[in-house]
């Protein structure tokens, strides 16, 4: 039974940086299409960056040039890294498995939603 378990977070300073791990446990994670989900507070859990098997990347618009999404298959773990962060990017984030490959549909994932990570920029 795989597992998700989201880790990295903390309280930065805008314009600092953060990497945060998405990592599988209890079992290999297999290559599949995996993505960084972040909420605000007030507001809808959002994409913020998907990889697919391939190891093909896209990102959201307000992040883009600033996260950057990968993967080691051999460490069954997806990275967020997140530089020249502001106070906007202050959110939980969260890691997933979409059924929708092309990562648009926010309507079905393979696993609940854990507690994810929390991120706070500060000023």
């Known amino acids: 039974q795989v597992h998700l378990v989201e880790s990295g977070g903390g309280l930065v300073q805008a314009g600092g940086s953060l990497r945060l791990s998405c990592a599988a446990s209890?079992?290999?994670?297999?290559?599949?299409?995996m993505g960084w989900y972040r909420q605000a507070r007030g507001k809808q859990r959002e994409l913020v960056a998907g990889?697919?098997?391939?190891?093909?990347?896209t990102c959201a618009d307000s992040v883009k040039g600033r996260f950057t999404i990968s993967r080691d298959n051999a460490k069954n773990t997806v990275y967020l890294q997140m530089n020249s962060l502001t106070p906007e990017d202050t959110a939980v984030y969260y890691c997933?498995?979409?059924?929708?490959?092309?990562?648009?549909?926010?309507?079905?994932?393979?696993?609940?939603w854990g507690q994810g990570t929390q991120v706070t920029v500060s000023s």
């Open positions: 997933n498995e979409p059924r929708d490959l092309s990562f648009y549909f926010m309507d079905e994932f393979r696993y609940s």
């Open positions: 990889i697919t098997s391939s190891g093909s990347t």
């Open positions: 209890g079992s290999i994670l297999s290559v599949v299409a």
